[in-house]
């Protein structure tokens, strides 16, 4: 093989091994505004929301925060939906069973990867009447801290709104995928076009 071909196969490798740099995840907190409040009463409560913008539309992890419950073997469901204005709608996007702890904890939900919709709204649940309702549980906030989405609760199959000011005490991250800078297609145009002229040649030639 003679060196014009090792360079142009090393500029097809280079072209596809770059990698764009990372993009920056979006991260929408609320836990520094927490005063000690915790939800009372509510069977199941959830944290409307919608993505940050049109780029960062996959929701990567959510952590809350929740009041211990002292009777061992408890756990919550932790849930996405589609929220419709007053209810959820549709099947459940993502679910997972979390141990409820004993005393005051976060519950740091990882791995989520859910891609979604940037025209719509959601809603992250915390359903408490799982595995056994506690009457005080779900860490919020309030002064509007989250202007984008609110806290809502249910009890006895009904969704309501606790107030369009306070929101769960929690933490959100969302990322979108990196995308190549215009450099990287321009060397893998050039790579690619080398390779073809090389292998016309090698055919003029054989001819």
Same mark, same amino acid.
């Given at each position: 093989m003679?060196?014009?071909?090792?360079?142009?196969?090393?500029?097809?490798?280079?072209?596809?091994?770059y990698?764009?740099?990372?993009?920056?995840?979006?991260?929408?907190?609320?836990?520094?505004a @927490?005063?000690d409040?915790?939800?009372?009463?509510?069977?199941?409560?959830?944290?409307?929301f919608?993505?940050?913008n049109?780029?960062?539309?996959?929701?990567?992890s959510?952590t809350?925060?929740?009041?211990?419950?002292?009777?061992?073997?408890?756990?919550?469901?932790?849930?996405?939906?589609e929220?419709?204005?007053s209810?959820?709608?549709?099947?459940?996007?993502?679910g997972?069973?979390?141990s409820?702890?004993?005393?005051?904890?976060?519950?740091?939900?990882?791995g989520?990867?859910?891609?979604?919709?940037?025209?719509?709204?959601?809603?992250?649940?915390?359903?408490?009447?799982?595995?056994?309702f506690?009457?005080s549980?779900?860490?919020?906030?309030?002064?509007?801290?989250?202007?984008?989405?609110s806290?809502?609760?249910?009890?006895?199959?009904? @969704?309501?709104?606790?107030s369009?000011?306070?929101?769960?005490r929690?933490t959100?991250?969302?990322?979108?995928?990196?995308?190549?800078?215009?450099?990287?297609?321009?060397l893998?145009?050039?790579?690619?076009?080398?390779?073809?002229?090389?292998?016309r040649?090698?055919m003029?030639?054989?001819?």
């Amino acid at each position: 093989m003679n060196l014009r071909v090792l360079a142009l196969c090393a500029a097809v490798v280079a072209a596809f091994a770059y990698t764009a740099p990372a993009h920056a995840d979006t991260i929408v907190d609320t836990s520094s505004a @927490w005063t000690d409040k915790v939800t009372s009463g509510w069977q199941m409560t959830g944290q409307t929301f919608e993505t940050p913008n049109a780029t960062d539309v996959t929701l990567a992890s959510w952590t809350f925060w929740m009041a211990g419950n002292s009777t061992s073997g408890k756990e919550v469901r932790f849930s996405i939906y589609e929220w419709g204005g007053s209810s959820t709608t549709g099947s459940e996007l993502y679910g997972t069973d979390l141990s409820w702890a004993s005393t005051t904890s976060s519950y740091a939900v990882t791995g989520i990867n859910l891609s979604l919709d940037d025209s719509k709204d959601y809603v992250a649940v915390i359903d408490t009447n799982y595995t056994g309702f506690a009457p005080s549980s779900v860490h919020y906030v309030v002064g509007d801290q989250y202007a984008s989405g609110s806290y809502v609760g249910r009890s006895n199959g009904t @969704w309501g709104t606790l107030s369009l000011s306070v929101d769960h005490r929690f933490t959100a991250s969302f990322t979108g995928a990196a995308v190549p800078e215009p450099g990287t297609f321009a060397l893998l145009g050039l790579s690619l076009f080398g390779v073809a002229l090389h292998r016309r040649r090698g055919m003029a030639k054989a001819s």
